[in-house]
C-alpha cells in the first residue's frame, strides 16, 4: 500500500469535520486550508472543488452509501464513511477530468480489502443501470444523470474491473503511483471550466508485495484442560427420504376437499331455498299470540321485581340505643371535633347576647324568606309536571304518525321481495349453466394428469438411484471421522494424564490464632481481640437499660394522654346523639311540607286536562295498533318485520303505564 496524497487526506477530512461544523461552506474551507500551508495552489484548488462537490451532491451519495453500509458493508467501519463520500465523487462525477491512472493510485493508497468490496458494490453493471439510476432520478434530472454520472462509469467499467483483479491478486499488482510534488502539480477543473487538468506522466512502478510478520507478543500461561468426553462409537443411521417429497402437498388436498364440500353445500340450500322460500313466515294469529305473551312475560318480570324485598342484616345493639353508627376516630379527629363544638357554644353565646343588647332578630327574616321559597318552589313543580304531560302527549302523536308510515314501507317490502324471488330464479339456471361447463373442465384436466404421471415416475426413479449413491458415499464419510476423532481423542487424554499426574503434589499451609494476644504494633490503645469483645459487650448492656428506662417514660406519656382522649371522645358522642335527633325532626318537617307540596300541584286544573287528553290519545293508538294485525292486513306469506313487533310491545307496555296514570 501507497503513502497517501496530501491533497486527498486533507479532502476527507474537511468532508468529515463539515458534518458537525455550523459555519458557511466558504470560510470553513478557507480555515481548513490555513492549516495546511504546505498545500500549493493547486493542490489547494484540488481541495477546495472535491469539498464544494462533496457537499453540493451530498444526498445522491449519502443515499449510496447507506445502502453499501447496509447490506454489503458488514465489514466496514463507520469511520471510513466520509472516505468512501470523496470516492465515490471522484470515480462518478470527475473520473474523466481526473483521469483514471490517479483515481488507481488513490486506491491503491488506501486498504486493499475495503477498496475491493466498496468498488465491487459500486461498479455493477446491473446496480448502476438499475436501482442506483433509479435514486438518482429522485435527486436529479434524468438527462444529468444519464450523461454526467451513469455514462463515464460504464465507459471505465471495464478498466475498473482490471483493477479490482489486481486488488484481488496483489502479487500480480503494477500501477502508477503519485507522490506528493505530482499532486501539486495536478488539480481538477471547475464547475465553470477555469482550470485545466494537468495529468502526471510517471514511469510506472512494480509494487513489492507486503510479507506480514508475526508479532513478537508473550505467549500465554498454558490453561488448564478438562478431560474431554468420550466420544461414543455409534453408527449413524440414516433416515429414508420421506414418501411425501415425490407426493403434492397435504395441504393442497384439504382445500380441494373444503371447495368442494362448500360447493355441494351452496347446491343444497339454493335448491331448499328455491322449493321452501316462504315456508318460515308465521300467520298473523301466531304473530299475536307472540307479542302478547312476551307483554305478559314482561309485566311478571316487574312485578316480581316490585314485591321482591332484599334481605337486610341486622342491626347492632350500638346502633338501636344511640341510632348512630359508631366511628372509629384518631387523635386528630377527636381534638378537631372538641374545637368545633366550643367554637358553635362560643357563637351561641354571643348571638343570644346581641339579642339581649336589642338587635334585630334574624330567624323572623328565616321564616319569611323560607315562606316565599315554598310559594316559588309549588310553581316550578306544577310547570315541570306541565312540561312532562305535554312531552308525553306530543310522544304518542308521533307513534300514531309512525305507524302510519311503517305500513307503507311494509307494502314496499312485499314489491321487493317478490322481484329478488325471480331475480334467484335467474340465478339459479346460470349457475346450473356454469356447472355443466366446470364439469367438463375438470374431466379434461384429470385426463392431462393421467399422462403426466407417467413422466412423474421415471424422475423418482432416477432420484432413488442418486440418493442411494450418496447414502454411501456419506456412510463412508462419516465412519473415516469417527476413526479420526478417535484418534484425536487418545491423544488429548494421554496428555491430560500427564498434566494431572505434574500437578498431584499439594501444598499444606497453616498459621495458628490467639485471640488473647495483641498485634504489636505498639499503640497506646492496642488490645487484643478478647478484650475487645468484652468491651463491646459491657457497652450494649449500658445502651439496653438506658433504652429501658426512655421506653418507661414514653409509655406513661401516653397513657395520660389517651385517658384524656377517652374523655372527649366520650362527651363528642353524646353532642353527636343531641345533633341526630335534630336532623330527624328537621327531616320529618320536611316529608310534610313536600307532601302538602305534591297535593297542591295535582290540584291543578290545567295539569288535569292535559292528562286527560294523553289518556284519550294512548287508547286512539292502542286501538289502532290492534286493528293493524286483522287477518285482512297480514295474510302476506312474509315474515312481519321486526320493526312493528317492537312497536306492538312498547303499545302493551305504553298501555300498562297508561292505567295509574289515568287514575291518579
Partial sequence: MESEPLPFRVSVNAVKAFQSCVEGKDSFIQGILQQHPELDAEGASFVREVFEGCTRHAKAIKAIVNVYYTQDGGNALRADRYLYHVLFYLSTFRIDELGFEQLQAIILSQGRLKMLAFFQFLFNEESLKGWMKDMWYTVYAAEFVHKEIVEPALRHLDRMHELLHLLEHPEQQSAPTLDATQWSRSSLRSAGGSATLRRTQSQLETLNVTVPVPFNLTKPKPKKIPIPKPVEKTAHVVNPIPDSTYRSPLEMEALQRKKLANSRKARQRAEKASTDMFACAPTAEEVRAKHEERAQRKVQEQDAQLKSTPKARAVPDVVKATNILPIKMNTAAILREDRLFRKQKEEEAAMLAAIEAGQHNEFLLQEAEAQRLEELELERLAEIERRVLEGQLSREMALIAKAETQQQRQEMVMQSKEEFQSMLLRKQREWEREQEERKAHVEKTIQDREQAGLAKEK???????????????????????????????????????????????????????????????GLLSEMSLEELRMRVAMIKEIQAEEEKMRREVIFNAKAAKDTLLKEKEQAIQLRRVEASQTRKAAARAKATATAKRQQAVAGDKRVSELREKLA?????????????????????PKVTSRKSRAGTATSVASARKAVPTSTR
Fill in 459 to 521: 424422475v423418482v426413479e432416477e432420484k432413488k438411484e442418486l440418493r442411494n449413491q450418496v447414502r454411501i458415499e456419506g456412510e463412508e464419510l462419516r465412519k473415516r471421522a469417527a476413526a479420526e476423532a478417535a484418534a484425536e481423542h487418545e491423544k488429548r487424554m494421554e496428555i491430560i494424564r500427564e498434566i494431572r499426574a505434574l500437578e498431584a503434589t499439594k501444598i499444606e499451609r497453616d498459621a495458628g490464632f490467639d485471640a488473647s494476644e495483641t498485634v504489636g504494633h
Fill in 616 to 636: 284519550a290519545k294512548r287508547a286512539e293508538r292502542l286501538a289502532a295498533s290492534t286493528k293493524s294485525y286483522s287477518p285482512s292486513r297480514t295474510a302476506s
